[in-house]
């Protein structure tokens, strides 16, 4: 075996398992492509320490104290392939070559798709938002919306109209009557109408406007986008994968370990809600169980 453990995704989860490991003296290697899901963003909040940070800084700041460690080994590349061996993992890269370890921890993150509305996917990260909790406080009190995708979207609406006065966009989707009785109680306005574009000047967002020629002002607009996995390498190991509210999410126990033996998952592929703190912490519990049976077996 190469390594002790191999890493499939390096951003906050992945950094965070793999300084753990390194901590404990294992031959870590790191394989990631350097596309994290939040580099939309330009600021990461909730984070202790670090709030209000471009997440690309912090995660540069992380890989530099990381790469410091004796045993690591950082490979910016595309995990294609992975298969189980007798005694651990093996991850081929796209350039044909190939990384075996003791144990694998995937970490390569999610990727997002958003409704093909004019206007929506320059904005994301920006002016349009998926957590009020990340985002909120920088839009709190301007007229804010909320795209309809899932009968989910009536609870998120209702969650929003905490920062301020909120609209849920149906943009075609249907309401039962619970969700509409629901969003009354909280104050949120429905609108109906398809949307065409979203309007304002570069980023920024000052309207949605409808097909049928309106406007309705709004300068935050909240969606929950469809995701996916950023990688197969799960399914190609057999992993058990659930379906979530918004999207797959691999099975794990409390350690973060997969229904495959020795294969953890952490971040947002293995969790929902999602948040940079949750994949830190996610990423810690998988890098010190991954030790653990190291040791114990």
């Given at each position: 075996?190469?390594?002790?453990?191999?890493?499939?995704?390096?951003?906050?989860?992945?950094?965070?398992?793999?300084?753990?490991?390194?901590?404990?003296?294992?031959?870590?290697?790191?394989?990631?492509?350097?596309?994290?899901?939040?580099?939309?963003?330009?600021?990461?909040?909730?984070?202790?320490?670090?709030?209000?940070?471009?997440?690309?800084?912090?995660?540069?700041?992380?890989?530099?104290?990381?790469?410091?460690?004796?045993?690591?080994?950082?490979?910016?590349?595309?995990?294609?392939?992975?298969?189980?061996?007798?005694?651990?993992?093996?991850?081929?890269l796209a350039s044909g070559e190939e990384v075996s370890a003791r144990k694998a921890i995937l970490a390569f993150g999610l990727r997002?798709?958003?409704?093909?509305?004019?206007?929506?996917?320059?904005?994301?990260?920006?002016?349009?938002?998926?957590?009020?909790?990340?985002?909120?406080?920088?839009?709190?009190?301007?007229?804010?919306?909320?795209?309809?995708?899932?009968?989910?979207?009536?609870?998120?609406?209702?969650?929003?109209?905490?920062?301020?006065?909120?609209?849920?966009?149906?943009?075609?989707?249907?309401?039962?009557?619970?969700?509409?009785?629901?969003?009354?109680?909280?104050?949120?306005?429905?609108?109906?109408?398809?949307?065409?574009?979203?309007?304002?000047?570069?980023?920024?967002?000052?309207?949605?406007?409808?097909?049928?020629?309106?406007?309705?002002?709004?300068?935050?607009?909240?969606?929950?986008?469809?995701?996916?996995?950023?990688?197969?390498?799960?399914?190609?190991?057999?992993?058990?994968?659930?379906?979530?509210?918004?999207g797959p999410v691999i099975r794990t126990d409390a350690d973060k370990m997969t229904t495959v033996p020795g294969l953890y998952a952490?971040?947002?592929?293995?969790?929902?809600?999602?948040?940079?703190?949750?994949?830190?912490?996610?990423?810690?519990?998988?890098?010190?169980?991954?030790?653990?049976?190291?040791?114990?077996?």
């Amino acid at each position: 075996m190469q390594h002790d453990v191999v890493i499939v995704g390096g951003a906050f989860a992945g950094l965070a398992a793999a300084t753990y490991l390194a901590r404990a003296q294992r031959r870590v290697c790191i394989i990631d492509v350097r596309r994290p899901r939040n580099r939309f963003a330009d600021a990461s909040h909730g984070f202790l320490g670090f709030d209000g940070a471009d997440p690309q800084s912090i995660l540069t700041k992380a890989r530099g104290q990381v790469a410091r460690y004796p045993g690591v080994t950082m490979i910016e590349a595309e995990a294609t392939e992975a298969r189980t061996l007798p005694d651990g993992f093996a991850v081929s890269l796209a350039s044909g070559e190939e990384v075996s370890a003791r144990k694998a921890i995937l970490a390569f993150g999610l990727r997002d798709t958003l409704e093909p509305i004019p206007g929506l996917q320059e904005r994301w990260g920006k002016t349009v938002l998926h957590c009020p909790y990340c985002h909120g406080l920088e839009f709190a009190g301007r007229r804010l919306g909320v795209l309809f995708r899932t009968p989910m979207s009536a609870h998120q609406a209702c969650l929003v109209a905490e920062w301020g006065p909120t609209t849920l966009f149906l943009n075609g989707g249907q309401l039962d009557l619970e969700s509409a009785e629901r969003l009354a109680k909280h104050g949120v306005s429905v609108e109906a109408g398809r949307l065409a574009r979203l309007v304002g000047e570069n980023a920024g967002l000052s309207a949605v406007e409808f097909e049928d020629g309106r406007t309705r002002p709004v300068e935050a607009l909240y969606v929950a986008p469809q995701s996916c996995m950023a990688s197969p390498i799960a399914e190609q190991l057999g992993a058990a994968i659930d379906e979530g509210p918004l999207g797959p999410v691999i099975r794990t126990d409390a350690d973060k370990m997969t229904t495959v033996p020795g294969l953890y998952a952490a971040g947002d592929i293995a969790r929902a809600p999602h948040a940079v703190s949750w994949a830190v912490a996610d990423g810690v519990t998988a890098g010190t169980a991954a030790h653990r049976t190291l040791v114990f077996g």
